[in-house]
């Protein structure tokens, strides 16, 4: 198979790469977006893989999403308007009709032209809701493969991480949103792969095409994914002075596209987690989240903005000028070790589809392995 040997840049048809990318993964946690984006007292319309999904709070804080399209004539529901119900809990109004919908559990109750004599079952009357969770300052939301399926645990956490030392709560520090023009395996492929950025990301913080240099990391299979093991930088005096002495940094991969860099040192600790979620098939959100506790990291905040939001348009801007030559369904090529991260990507998902499909657990498909590229 191609994948066992990604040194072979030509697939046969049944393996081969398709440039329109692959399926998206269901029965898995996605970001949706961080806690603070959902303000409460609103409707928020949002899409997840091609699905039209309105999302709020519930009156005691907690989040909720529903399909955006009402079960009468399939007007968004995200165009009507939060209504605390008397007696019940709080309902969405439909702004065609005024039927309301319970945000907690999505069922009917309440149709305004229905007049004595007329009995209705509204609790037969659903709009489909979706598993929400609230962790880690973010809002995840649960895309099942059957309506209605329920998560079997909690969004992935990167616990020790984020709550390194205990100094820090887990709150976001930092938000910086993207849309991809691109299906999603392009975009997670475009996140692991090492050999675009001193091509894309040409920036005087780290080394220019020009003066590339070997690496070496080491890997291990992770619950959903994959490690960098924990090693010292490259750009160490930097990291020292922003953070202190002793610095090692663990890259972590998980499905369905999250990307969680941990950086930390005798007495701080970082987080950058880049996660890609899905809007539809041709385009997917990229949001670089950062959690530290570091104060020197408050002071430079500012700067993080400006910097973040030039590096993810830089990759927006290379999905765009990839999908034109996409566009024209070319096969593609992989080469080691640059490409590696990429085949390991698939063997997860492919491994993710058919654990689901055989109603069995999954079982991670990569072994330890030390790669090597210059970058
Ligand atoms: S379409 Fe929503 S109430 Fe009629
Ligand atoms: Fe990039």
Known sequence: MMDDQPARPNADAE???????????????????????????????????????????????????????????AVPLSAG?????????????????????GTADG???????????????????????????????????????????EPSGPPPRFERMVHH?????????????????????????GLLDPAHTPFVHKSPLWRSSKTLKEK???????????TMLSHEPVNSPLYTW?????????????????????????RHSFLGLAAITPIRDDLCE???????????????????????HTFLQQDARIMKLQGEGLSHDPPLMQ?????????WYRRLKREWIKAGAEGREFENPVKPATLRWRT
């Not at 809990?89 to 439909?94: A, F, P």
């Not at 922003?242 to 005798?266: D, H, M, N, W, Y």
């Open 81 to 101: 308007q939060l209504l605390d119900g008397s007696g019940g809990g709080q309902t969405v109004e439909c702004p065609y009709h005024g039927w309301r919908f």
């Open 242 to 266: 922003v953070l202190g002495p002793g610095v090692k940094v663990e890259i972590q991969f998980l499905l369905p596209g999250l990307r969680a860099e941990s950086i930390t040192t005798e």
């Open 15 to 73: 393996t081969a790469f398709k440039a329109s990318g692959g399926a998206l993964l269901r029965d898995i946690w996605y970001v949706a977006m961080t806690a603070g984006e959902l303000r409460a007292g609103k409707l928020h319309k949002r899409m997840y893989l091609g699905e039209p999904v309105v999302m709020g709070r519930n009156p005691d804080g907690s989040p909720f999403a529903l399909r955006d399209i009402c079960p009468h004539r």
């Open 165 to 189: 030392q205990g100094a820090s709560e887990g709150r976001v520090k930092f938000v910086e949103t993207a849309e991809l023009a691109c299906q999603m395996d392009h975009a997670v492929i």
């Open 286 to 308: 990229i949001r670089e989240i950062m959690y530290w506790n570091a104060p020197s990291l408050d002071l430079i905040r500012p700067f993080a903005r400006p910097f973040t």
């Open 107 to 149: 069922v009917c109750k309440h149709i305004p032209s229905l007049v004595e004599g007329q009995p209705f079952d509204l609790e037969k009357i659903t709009v489909r809701r979706y598993a929400v969770a609230e962790q880690d300052d973010l809002i995840w939301i649960y895309m099942p493969s059957e309506p209605g399926a």
């Open 216 to 226: 070496e990391k080491h890997y291990a299979p992770s619950e959903m994914g994959f």
């Open 335 to 343: 080469i080691p070790d640059a490409d590696t991260l990429m085949v």
